[in-house]
């Protein structure tokens, strides 16, 4: 091995979370979603669509801002039960469908391959009608659930969709995507394109777990008879210098690394101002669910920050080292065991277990279980950006733990 590849190794390995053998293992770290079993979404609801009869002046008033046919979806009528919800998910869900600076093609490739990931029927339903709208033909969308494998794809959208598979499998690109998606695209189209896959993958868990169920108007229903399959290298190592470089100037770096996009972060700043500032969720349980899925999707600066000066993990009575155990650690409280348990089905499943739902509904009400799925799954997005993006942390940020033997 050279010299320069030498450095290179060992400074991947000193990046990387130390992980001591026999101290932490499966039952803290889930396995990544699988490569060949597509997550199953629920056939009825979990959470009605709210009658447009129980509409009140706030609601009417959303449904006019964000159906853009004049007519409410079941997606949109299903956020509608928090309002604050929809406030948060759909100005980002519009600029990355109607304003982004992809070609609306390149668009519904990345959102149906991350439908087709996700298991979601709705997402798959309303975009296909879409993409057929951007010129997509019927043999393409049969294609797009095949995978970037199958034979026919220009070789700039067979690398789209594997960044698709990429993201959702190992919550980051790898750097030969990376380097081939920059070949065409400037920095913008980069970050549009990859938070098209997180924010919809963000949409899809978060609709698969509350049961959002396709309009009776739209028969496109995901294709069937073709085989699951992601076929995606083994994650790389973090990345130790940034791709996206934050802007100069005070503030935490995800913050100026997501402001050289302004057009893309001012609406996607309102998706997690409703996690620090509008949800019911106690900070504790907040926290909770943000450490466990940061360290699920191993996004060390995420945990830097939510055990850091951001989030205060500690100050709100959350143990860092119970959250990296996990929902099996011994002696753990059954409610905590279910919150962290929540976070560990949305990366692995795409979707909250019957059974870890109903553990969470002995405390929670509706708004309070559908925000604690929203918390999860906006961060899930946010540690797929933060990896992929290679934000840095500081040099006295808190890194993962390293995990006694007792």
Wanted: proline share 8%; glycine share 6%.
């Amino acid at each position: 091995m050279s010299a320069t590849k030498w450095s290179s190794a060992l400074l991947a390995c000193l990046a990387a979370p130390v992980l001591l053998s026999g101290q932490i293992g499966s039952k803290a770290i889930p396995d990544r979603p699988p490569a060949d079993t597509r997550p199953i979404a629920l056939a009825k609801p979990r959470v009605a669509p709210l009658p447009e009869a129980q509409w009140t002046a706030a609601q009417k008033e959303l449904a006019a801002t964000f159906s853009r046919d004049g007519r409410a979806d079941n997606q949109l009528r299903t956020l509608l039960n928090v309002p604050e919800i929809v406030e948060g998910a759909l100005p980002v869900t519009i600029y990355l469908t109607e304003e982004s600076t992809l070609s609306p093609r390149h668009r519904e490739l990345l959102i149906l391959r991350t439908a087709w990931l996700c298991g979601s029927q709705p997402l798959w339903a309303k975009h296909a009608a879409r993409a057929r709208g951007a010129g997509l033909s019927p043999d393409e969308l049969r294609r797009i659930a095949q995978g970037p494998d199958a034979a026919g794809w220009a070789p700039f959208e067979k690398t789209l969709l594997q960044a698709a598979d990429q993201l959702y499998r190992n919550s980051s690109v790898n750097d030969a995507t990376w380097k081939s998606l920059s070949a065409q695209y400037d920095l913008e189209h980069l970050m549009d394109a990859v938070e098209t896959v997180n924010h919809f993958t963000f949409l899809a868990l978060l609709y698969n777990s509350i049961g959002v169920q396709p309009d009776e108007g739209l028969a496109d229903r995901l294709p069937a008879n073709i085989a699951y399959r992601i076929n995606v290298p083994n994650p790389e190592p973090a990345l130790t210098v940034a791709r996206v470089d934050p802007n100069p100037g005070p503030g935490i770096a995800v913050g100026r690394t997501f402001a050289r996009h302004a057009k893309l972060n001012q609406p996607r700043s309102r998706r997690s101002n409703y996690i620090n500032r509008v949800s019911p969720l106690s900070p504790r349980h907040r926290e909770m669910l943000i450490l466990r899925i940061g360290w699920d999707c191993q996004s060390e600066y995420e945990w830097a920050q939510h055990v850091g000066t951001v989030g205060r993990a500690r100050d709100h009575g959350a143990d860092p080292m119970l959250i990296a155990r996990g929902p099996d650690a011994p002696g753990i409280d059954p409610f905590d065991a279910a919150i962290l348990r929540s976070a560990d089905e949305l990366y692995r499943d795409a979707i909250v277990s019957d059974k870890t739902w109903s553990a969470l509904g002995a405390r929670f009400d509706v708004k309070s279980l559908m925000s604690a799925v929203y918390t999860v799954a906006s961060y899930r997005a946010t540690s797929m950006s933060l990896r992929t993006y290679g934000v840095q942390l500081d040099p006295n940020d808190e890194r993962f733990p390293r995990m006694d033997s007792r």
